[in-house]
T-cell receptor, first 115, second 113 residues
Framework: AQSVSQHNHHVILSEAASLELGCNYSYGGTVNLFWYVQYPGQHLQLLLKYFSGDPLVKGIKGFEAEFIKSKFSFNLRKPSVQWSDTAEYFC?????????????FGTGTLLAVQP | DGGITQSPKYLFRKEGQNVTLSCEQNLNHDAMYWYRQDPGQGLRLIYYSQIVNDFQKGDIAEGYSVSREKKESFPLTVTSAQKNPTAFYLCASSIRGGTGELFFGEGSRLTVL
């Protein structure tokens, strides 16, 4: 069965620090990859996505992620975090070519940025 | 504005009572989904529907039921058979046959006393 692993459950950073959140998936075929963010009291929203092409994708608010097929990874990065980046981040995978569009989510990473 | 509306936002119920959560979308999406979010467990799929009058069980369907009589609506009933119903429930929709990108509602928090 497909699965998604996010190894960092809680991350605490100071403002201006660099961020990297790990995401690994288990599926041997073609995948579509997503990072979603949930700010306190708000609904889940798409941060960025990868379908094909350049494995380095850029999203909103200065976030980027790199798809490394050989490592089954899609890590999220930001060079300099801000207090407003405090949120929960979810990695998700859709196994392309399946009968349905089911997103499999990781367990989430709670990021707290200290001012 | 197009979007997904979930109601109620907060709901309290006694054990043994069935509860129905509403989800309406005006995005003209064919597919709709219900996820359950628990701390430390991420989002787990309860049910999904690709078209009207059709739906499939997700990974944790036991104790839940759904209907899809209209394209815009996908209500979820949490039955008394659900062992641990207190949770945050999220409804989502997507284009059928698309890339898998989901659009989410704001969620409904159910507390069973």
């Amino acid at each position: 069965a497909q699965s998604v692993s996010q190894h960092n459950h809680h991350v605490i950073l100071s403002e201006a620090a660099s961020l990297e959140l790990g995401c690994n998936y288990s599926y041997g075929g073609t995948v579509n990859l997503f990072w979603y963010v949930q700010y306190p009291g708000q609904h889940l929203q798409l941060l960025l996505k990868y379908f094909s092409g350049d494995p380095l994708v850029k999203g909103i608010k200065g976030f980027e992620a790199e798809f490394i097929k050989s490592k089954f990874s899609f890590n999220l990065r930001k060079p300099s975090v801000q207090w407003s980046d405090t949120a929960e981040y979810f990695c998700a995978v859709n196994a392309y070519g399946g009968a349905t569009n089911k997103l499999i989510f990781g367990t989430g990473t709670l990021l707290a940025v200290q001012p | 504005d197009g979007g997904i509306t979930q109601s109620p936002k907060y709901l309290f119920r006694k054990e043994g009572q069935n509860v129905t959560l509403s989800c309406e979308q005006n995005l003209n999406h064919d597919a709709m989904y219900w996820y359950r979010q628990d701390p430390g467990q991420g989002l787990r799929l309860i049910y999904y529907s690709q078209i009207v009058n059709d739906f499939q069980k997700g990974d944790i369907a036991e104790g839940y039921s759904v209907s899809r009589e209209k394209k815009e609506s996908f209500p979820l009933t949490v039955t008394s058979a659900q062992k641990n119903p207190t949770a945050f429930y999220l409804c989502a929709s997507s284009i059928r046959g698309g890339t898998g990108e989901l659009f989410f509602g704001e969620g409904s928090r159910l507390t069973v006393l």
